[in-house]
Nanobody, 125 residues
Framework: QVQVVESGGGLVQAGTSLRLSCAAS????????MGWFRQAPGKEREFVAA????????SYADSVKGRFTISRDNAKITVYLQMNSLKPEDTAVYYC??????????????????WGQGTQVTVSS
Protein backbone atom coordinates (compact mmCIF):
# COMPACT_ATOMS: atom_id res chain seq x y z
CA GLN A 1 0.00 0.00 0.00
CA VAL A 2 1.37 3.37 -1.01
CA GLN A 3 1.96 5.85 1.78
CA VAL A 4 2.91 9.49 1.54
CA VAL A 5 3.80 11.22 4.80
CA GLU A 6 4.66 14.89 5.23
CA SER A 7 6.51 16.42 8.13
CA GLY A 8 8.22 19.65 9.11
CA GLY A 9 5.42 22.16 9.31
CA GLY A 10 5.13 24.71 12.08
CA LEU A 11 4.75 28.31 13.15
CA VAL A 12 7.49 30.68 12.02
CA GLN A 13 8.02 34.39 11.61
CA ALA A 14 8.06 36.12 8.26
CA GLY A 15 11.46 36.17 6.64
CA THR A 16 12.59 32.92 8.17
CA SER A 17 12.93 29.43 6.71
CA LEU A 18 11.31 26.04 7.08
CA ARG A 19 11.96 22.67 5.46
CA LEU A 20 9.21 20.19 4.73
CA SER A 21 9.85 16.52 4.12
CA CYS A 22 7.77 13.97 2.27
CA ALA A 23 8.50 10.28 2.56
CA ALA A 24 6.92 7.84 0.12
CA SER A 25 6.73 4.08 0.32
CA UNK A 26 4.86 1.10 -1.03
CA UNK A 27 5.85 0.96 -4.68
CA UNK A 28 8.50 1.91 -7.21
CA UNK A 29 8.43 5.63 -7.90
CA UNK A 30 11.10 5.83 -10.57
CA UNK A 31 8.64 6.95 -13.26
CA UNK A 32 6.68 9.17 -10.93
CA UNK A 33 6.80 12.78 -9.86
CA MET A 34 6.41 14.26 -6.41
CA GLY A 35 4.50 17.47 -6.00
CA TRP A 36 3.79 19.94 -3.25
CA PHE A 37 0.46 21.70 -3.12
CA ARG A 38 -1.01 24.03 -0.54
CA GLN A 39 -4.42 25.18 0.55
CA ALA A 40 -5.12 28.29 2.57
CA PRO A 41 -8.40 28.80 4.42
CA GLY A 42 -11.16 29.74 2.01
CA LYS A 43 -8.98 29.17 -1.04
CA GLU A 44 -8.56 26.40 -3.55
CA ARG A 45 -5.65 24.03 -3.43
CA GLU A 46 -2.78 25.38 -5.51
CA PHE A 47 0.41 24.02 -6.98
CA VAL A 48 3.67 24.92 -5.26
CA ALA A 49 6.48 22.82 -6.70
CA ALA A 50 7.19 19.42 -8.22
CA UNK A 51 10.08 17.20 -9.17
CA UNK A 52 10.31 14.13 -11.38
CA UNK A 53 12.09 11.22 -9.73
CA UNK A 54 14.03 10.05 -12.78
CA UNK A 55 15.24 13.26 -14.34
CA UNK A 56 15.17 15.59 -11.36
CA UNK A 57 13.33 18.13 -13.48
CA UNK A 58 11.63 20.70 -11.31
CA SER A 59 8.74 23.09 -11.66
CA TYR A 60 7.68 25.97 -9.42
CA ALA A 61 4.73 28.26 -9.02
CA ASP A 62 5.60 31.86 -9.80
CA SER A 63 4.68 32.87 -6.26
CA VAL A 64 7.47 30.75 -4.76
CA LYS A 65 10.10 30.80 -7.48
CA GLY A 66 13.41 31.99 -6.08
CA ARG A 67 12.33 31.36 -2.48
CA PHE A 68 11.42 27.66 -2.41
CA THR A 69 13.56 24.75 -3.55
CA ILE A 70 12.39 21.21 -4.10
CA SER A 71 14.89 18.37 -3.97
CA ARG A 72 14.90 14.60 -3.68
CA ASP A 73 16.84 11.84 -1.98
CA ASN A 74 16.35 8.77 -4.12
CA ALA A 75 17.82 6.40 -1.56
CA LYS A 76 15.41 7.55 1.11
CA ILE A 77 12.52 8.04 -1.32
CA THR A 78 12.06 11.42 0.27
CA VAL A 79 11.41 14.82 -1.21
CA TYR A 80 12.16 18.09 0.52
CA LEU A 81 10.73 21.55 0.16
CA GLN A 82 13.11 24.19 1.44
CA MET A 83 11.15 27.36 2.04
CA ASN A 84 13.11 30.57 2.53
CA SER A 85 12.02 34.18 2.98
CA LEU A 86 8.61 33.02 4.12
CA LYS A 87 5.71 35.43 3.90
CA PRO A 88 2.38 35.48 5.74
CA GLU A 89 0.68 34.61 2.45
CA ASP A 90 2.56 31.30 2.47
CA THR A 91 0.38 30.23 5.39
CA ALA A 92 -1.50 27.10 4.37
CA VAL A 93 -1.77 23.37 4.78
CA TYR A 94 0.93 21.87 2.59
CA TYR A 95 0.23 18.57 0.89
CA CYS A 96 2.63 16.17 -0.73
CA UNK A 97 1.44 13.99 -3.57
CA UNK A 98 2.86 11.51 -6.02
CA UNK A 99 1.73 10.25 -9.38
CA UNK A 100 2.70 10.00 -13.00
CA UNK A 101 1.66 13.30 -14.56
CA UNK A 102 1.88 13.42 -18.35
CA UNK A 103 4.10 16.00 -19.96
CA UNK A 104 2.66 19.42 -19.36
CA UNK A 105 0.50 18.37 -16.43
CA UNK A 106 2.99 18.30 -13.60
CA UNK A 107 1.26 21.32 -12.03
CA UNK A 108 -2.18 19.75 -12.09
CA UNK A 109 -3.44 18.16 -8.87
CA UNK A 110 -5.58 15.82 -10.97
CA UNK A 111 -2.44 14.11 -12.22
CA UNK A 112 -1.45 12.92 -8.76
CA UNK A 113 -2.78 9.72 -7.31
CA UNK A 114 -1.46 9.40 -3.78
CA TRP A 115 -1.71 12.19 -1.25
CA GLY A 116 -0.44 12.80 2.24
CA GLN A 117 -2.52 14.13 5.11
CA GLY A 118 -0.96 17.58 4.99
CA THR A 119 1.16 19.64 7.34
CA GLN A 120 0.30 23.12 8.61
CA VAL A 121 2.64 25.99 7.88
CA THR A 122 1.83 29.27 9.61
CA VAL A 123 3.88 32.39 8.94
CA SER A 124 3.35 35.28 11.32
CA SER A 125 4.03 38.88 10.36
Amino acid sequence: QVQVVESGGGLVQAGTSLRLSCAASGRTFSNYAMGWFRQAPGKEREFVAAIRWNSGTTSYADSVKGRFTISRDNAKITVYLQMNSLKPEDTAVYYCATGSPPQGMIRSSRAYIYWGQGTQVTVSS
